[in-house]
């Protein structure tokens, strides 16, 4: 039964990594929408300006009698015949040759800024469709997870009782390494440059017990994994990406024998991530149900390895 809730935590991972992806594309959409938006108004505005100046000059052409305006005018049933009549006529000044190019570039750009909002609209509606999909997926899991908690629930309440004590041991561990001098390193450069982040662990570590929270992303809320890296790097500065594959593509790569303090650690089909404190130990958000807490890499977590990253 163990074994049964541990894969659907791996399978649940790399739902709300996905969920987490949608809402990410999503709030550009909607971000490129307002400036889209933005300039759409402002094109029309120009559009506006440029056809009264347009319309005025005509007046004023009219009035002095030209005879191949009239014929314009008179044959012409919109305002682009009317452009189109007066630039084949080809008897205009250098003055209204740019009043016609003006309505003529704003007239384009309000057509294409019209067309980007209506496929940002279509792509808007796939994005909602495809995170509520994965929202119903992630909510329909964790009701299976649930059951099957609830038919053992005196094994798991032993099980953490005994995860309670086993964290209490590892901060403290922790915590002496992080009040411990570093020692001199004897060894041979590696082909990463050193980790300049080490300072994260000292962060990490007071979310220790914070609730995981699939979406989350702050300690008021609750973190998922990818959430939790994002927001203790934003504690020294440091702008990561939303999802744990992306994050995978930040910095460069170090192997498991190199890893220092700092460096991002990925499990599980980059499902899973969080932060390494040394000691072949990481701090992380693994799942529903659980919280901030410190694990191994060797033992659960090192079947499930894909790499690290180190930020620079």
């Known amino acids: 039964m163990l074994a049964q809730i ?6 649940l991972e ?10 990410v594309e999503l709030d550009k ?3 490129a929408q307002r400036v889209n938006e933005r300039r759409l108004k402002i094109a029309r505005g120009n559009l506006a300006a440029a056809q009264g100046t347009l319309e005025s000059r005509l007046v004023e052409l009219y009035k002095n009698g030209s005879p191949d305006l009239v014929e314009i005018l008179l044959g012409s049933s919109s305002l682009d015949e009317i452009l189109d009549g007066i630039e084949t006529a080809n008897r205009v000044s250098d003055q209204d040759t740019q009043i016609l190019r003006e309505v003529r570039r704003f007239q384009k750009e309000i057509k294409q800024r ?3 909002l209506e496929r940002a609209r279509s792509r808007q509606e796939q994005v909602v469709a495809e995170r509520a999909a994965r929202r119903d997926e992630i909510e329909s899991s964790l009701a299976e997870r649930q059951r099957l908690l609830d038919s053992i629930k005196d094994q798991i309440a032993k099980i953490q009782a005994e995860e309670r004590a086993r964290q209490r041991r590892l901060e403290a561990q922790a915590r002496a390494r992080l009040a411990a001098p570093a020692p001199a390193s004897s060894e041979a450069p590696t082909g ?3 980790s300049q982040y080490g300072g994260v662990v000292g962060i990490a570590m007071q ?21 939790f890296v994002m927001y203790v790097f934003s504690r020294v500065g440091v702008s990561l990406p939303r999802v744990v594959s992306a994050q995978y593509t930040v910095g460069v ?18 499902g899973h991530n969080g932060i390494y404190i040394g000691g072949n130990q990481f701090i992380h958000s693994p799942h ?16 499930g390895w894909v790499g690290a990253r180190r930020v620079l």
Do not use: H
């Open 207 to 227: 979310y220790l017990g914070t609730p995981y929270r699939w979406g989350g992303s702050s300690p008021s809320t609750g973190f998922d994994c990818s959430g």
């Open 14 to 23: 790399l739902v709300v990594d996905s969920y987490n992806a949608a809402q």
């Open 6 to 11: 541990q894969a659907l935590d791996a399978d």
């Open 288 to 303: 529903t149900g659980d919280v901030v807490k410190i694990s191994s890499i060797t033992g659960y977590y090192s079947s």
């Open 253 to 270: 790569p170090v192997s498991r024998s190199e890893l220092q303090p700092g460096d991002i650690v990925f499990f599980n089909g980059l």
């Open 29 to 31: 959409i909607v971000a």
């Open 192 to 194: 990463a440059p050193p």
């Open 114 to 116: 019209e067309a980007e």
